[in-house]
């Protein structure tokens, strides 16, 4: 098939008034040749001035390949889904609308694909740039919460156990002609902080045994604010890690039942080696963690709570 661009660069965003155009910015400003390229943003009913900036910059650069939409369906599969449909790319690239592109991620994304035909997709390092100060409670168990995704220098294939991150994933277009599209039961309506739409898709490539891979030359900044350490956002984020899996998983009894004993197994163990965060006197990063890994059990059995 014939695509009329290399890479689609794509974007959802829901009310990031404050970061959206420089994340739009970060990808036009790659050292990769504008022709092979398009920037599409999907704005999933932003109350915020997110649209009349988008459609500001559509006018002040009319020579890019620069498009966005409205997605209605409120949800970030929702938006998601619709940048794949829009996407006139043989490979979809997405960025978060709280993050910026580092020199070198879309030639670094297109060339791997080149020289692996075998790979159907592709992550990259996502590295958080806090706004505010971290909290004393903060520690590697909360990566998840500030999307820092780091697998290691070199590059390695993934195969279930770790998957790539929305903030920096990368597909080619053909995944979702043969899987489909975002589950859209799954993922972050609005407020609402259900996970798993990312996990649930790479499950469906890789039981289709196609190759998925960490790339950790290709790096976004990923911007943390205040919020995101208020610690009723951590248990609404902790519910919805749990709250996504139980929707992920319905309708498999097995698999749910085995599910709740692997949590209530990881807190038995956060318990364990949370007690080395007590012999160090950081009784704060002892009760989170707790916290976090009861909250993930709550989620899991009552998502509507999570949502």
């Not at 660069?9 to 504008?34: G, H, K, L, P, W």
């Not at 580092?102 to 958080?128: C, M, N, R, Y």
């Not at 590059?155 to 920096?168: D, E």
């Not at 589950?183 to 190759?211: M, V």
């Amino acid at each position: 098939m014939s695509y009329p661009y290399k890479v689609s660069a794509v974007i959802c965003s829901y009310n990031r008034a404050r970061f959206i155009i420089n994340a739009v910015e970060s990808i036009f400003a790659q050292d990769y040749d504008r022709s092979l390229y398009e920037v599409i943003v999907v704005d999933n009913n932003s109350t915020d001035n997110t649209q009349e900036l988008l459609e500001a910059y559509r006018q002040q650069h009319p020579g890019y390949n620069f498009r966005y939409y409205i997605e209605t369906n409120q949800g970030v599969a929702w938006a998601r889904t619709r940048c794949a449909q829009e996407a006139k790319g043989e490979i979809v690239a997405y960025l978060d609308d709280d993050s910026t592109a580092q020199p070198g991620w879309l030639a670094s994304i297109a060339s791997f694909f080149d020289e692996h035909p075998a790979a159907w997709s592709v992550g990259g390092k996502i590295t958080p740039r806090f706004l505010t100060g971290i909290p004393d409670w903060y520690s590697k168990y909360f990566f998840g919460l500030v999307g820092n995704f780091d697998q290691g220098p070199r590059v390695k294939r993934l195969t279930g156990a770790r998957y790539p991150c929305g903030a920096n994933m990368a597909f080619r277009a053909e995944v979702f002609k043969e899987i489909g599209y975002f589950n859209t039961d799954l993922g972050r309506k609005g407020g609402g902080l259900l996970a798993n739409e990312e996990k649930d898709i790479y499950l469906r490539i890789l039981a289709q045994h196609h190759e998925v891979y960490y790339l950790p030359h290709v790096e976004v900044l990923h911007s943390v604010e205040s919020n995101k350490f208020d610690r009723n956002y951590v248990r609404r984020h902790s519910m919805g890690i749990g709250g996504g899996e139980r929707l992920r998983l319905k309708g498999q009894s097995v698999a749910l039942t085995v599910k709740l004993l692997e949590y209530i197994a990881k807190w038995g163990y956060a318990i364990a080696y949370g007690i080395g965060f007590l012999i160090r006197g950081q009784w704060s990063k002892f009760v989170m963690l707790e916290r976090f890994r009861w909250w993930v059990i709550m989620g899991f059995l009552n998502p509507a709570g999570a949502g």
